[in-house]
């Protein structure tokens, strides 16, 4: 299939692709990324390989795109949620067996 990244024309296959990503230890996914064979690869990542260009010079969309058109799984790493802040005292409190205690401002 042709496409084009960072302005440059790509004839690449689904085969090539994987060939090209064999023996490439994926790096950390923080963001989106790429399924190939059973390893997650950063979007940024695969398209360095692929294209041999510079990180800078090429979009995750172009990547996402042109890896999705040949029938890659491309997904979204999900945001961890915020726990709210846990209290200090809590888990002594409890393991003590007192009930927790909680001071307000002007308490000493």
Known sequence: MRCVIARF???????GVVESMKGVTPELV??????IGRR???VKQVGQV??????RDFSTAEVLRAMTQLGFTCR???????????DPYGPASATLGAPPVRLT????
């Open 40 to 42: 997650h690869y950063p």
């Open 50 to 55: 692929v294209t041999r260009q510079d990180r």
């Open 9 to 15: 024309p790509f004839d690449l296959t689904k085969s």
């Open 105 to 108: 401002y002007g308490q000493v």
């Open 76 to 86: 979204t790493r999900p945001t961890a949620a915020s726990a709210p802040l846990a």
């Open 30 to 35: 923080t963001g989106e990324f790429v399924i």
